[in-house]
T-cell receptor, first 110, second 113 residues
Framework: EDQVTQSPEALRLQEGESSSLNCSYTVSGLRGLFWYRQDPGKGPEFLFTLYSAGEEKEKERLKATLTKKESFLHITAPKPEDSATYLCAFRRSGNTPLVFGKGTRLSVIA | DAGVIQSPRHEVTEMGQEVTLRCKPISGHNSLFWYRQTMMRGLELLIYFNNNVPIDDSGMPEDRFSAKMPNASFSTLKIQPSEPRDSAVYFC???????????FGPGTRLTVT
């Protein structure tokens, strides 16, 4: 069965302490791996789409990478405003909807 | 563009009452998705539409739930009768078919007492 697992469930960092969030997936016919950010009381906000192993994308302090089994969201020198829940999702072949993981709750402490 | 619009933002109702959630997708998007989010189960897809046609409603929990999309700019999710276990945040999202990137509304927080 296709599935996605995110780890850790929660992560607490000091401001400036770089780290990575993991998204492991088992999908036949992957047509995209997506990262979203969700702030409390809001809907998920699209960050990145990765399509093939070896691909990387960056936005400010965030960099997403993709291998054949995992995706990582690297956070470099995080700030308190990076605190949020980060969700990954995959899309199978064809015009199918996204399947989301349960997310990693990130807290960055000043 | 105003983004995906959902109403109401909060809904508190008593068990047994009918609840209707509303969504206006981003103009030009032709796919629309309804999700439910809880702490226990995360973000679950309930139903999605392409070009106003329901494609997959296998995520709808039971017959008490129904969804419609009468035109490209409006969709409703109805729960009748509502139960306490329906309490959750319900999100609507839209996308351009083929891109995969979905854009979410702010959600409706439903509390059934």
């Amino acid at each position: 069965e296709d599935q996605v697992t995110q780890s850790p469930e929660a992560l607490r960092l000091q401001e400036g302490e770089s780290s990575s969030l993991n998204c492991s997936y088992t999908v036949s016919g992957l047509r995209g791996l997506f990262w979203y950010r969700q702030d409390p009381g809001k809907g998920p906000e699209f960050l990145f789409t990765l399509y093939s192993a070896g691909e990387e994308k960056e936005k400010e302090r965030l960099k997403a990478t993709l291998t054949k089994k995992e995706s990582f969201l690297h956070i470099t020198a995080p700030k308190p405003e990076d605190s949020a829940t980060y969700l990954c999702a995959f899309r199978r072949s064809g015009n199918t909807p996204l399947v989301f993981g349960k997310g990693t709750r990130l807290s960055v402490i000043a | 563009d105003a983004g995906v619009i959902q109403s109401p933002r909060h809904e508190v109702t008593e068990m047994g009452q009918e609840v209707t959630l509303r969504c206006k997708p981003i103009s030009g998007h032709n796919s629309l998705f309804w999700y439910r989010q809880t702490m226990m189960r995360g973000l679950e897809l309930l139903i999605y539409f392409n070009n106003n046609v329901p494609i997959d409603d296998s995520g709808m929990p039971e017959d008490r739930f129904s969804a419609k999309m009468p035109n490209a700019s409006f969709s409703t999710l109805k729960i009748q009768p509502s139960e306490p276990r329906d309490s959750a945040v319900y999100f609507c999202a839209s996308s351009l078919t083929g891109t995969g990137e979905q854009y979410f509304g702010p959600g409706t927080r439903l509390t059934v007492t």
